[in-house]
Nanobody, 123 residues
Framework: HVQLVESGGGLGQAGGSLNLSCAASGGYFSTYTMVWFRQAPGKEREFVAAITGLGDAHDYGYTARGRFTMSRDKVKNTVSLQMNFLRPEDTAVYYC????????????????WGQGTQVTVSS
């Protein structure tokens, strides 16, 4: 069973940047599509970004486009989410997840999640 552990969350300022990381252990990392979701209090889990196993294609949710960049390191078995031009509405718990069959924007499609990392953006 693959384990996912997120890190890098914390307090950011509006207009600033944060970088999140998700480390995978077990399984065949290079075969998994990796995704980021986020969940703000009282809201549903929202798709943020996805990257293919080869790292050759990306997908970004509407709020992430133009501000966030997802990448993967096949040697370290990690994926990262570089978040720029932060906004207070980016405040949420950020989760990474994996898929063996490709990405969707629906959280219910995934059954392997990390524990999440809190991101708080002040205005």
């Amino acid at each position: 069973h693959v384990q996912l552990v997120e890190s890098g969350g914390g307090l950011g300022q509006a207009g600033g940047s944060l970088n999140l990381s998700c480390a995978a252990s077990g399984g065949y990392f290079s075969t998994y599509t990796m995704v980021w979701f986020r969940q703000a209090p009282g809201k549903e889990r929202e798709f943020v970004a996805a990257i293919t196993g080869l790292g050759d294609a990306h997908d970004y949710g509407y709020t992430a486009r133009g501000r966030f960049t997802m990448s993967r390191d096949k040697v370290k078995n990690t994926v990262s989410l570089q978040m720029n031009f932060l906004r207070p509405e980016d405040t949420a718990v950020y989760y990474c997840a994996l898929s063996e069959v490709g990405s969707t924007w629906y959280a219910s499609s995934y059954d392997c999640w990390g524990q999440g990392t809190q991101v708080t953006v002040s205005s």
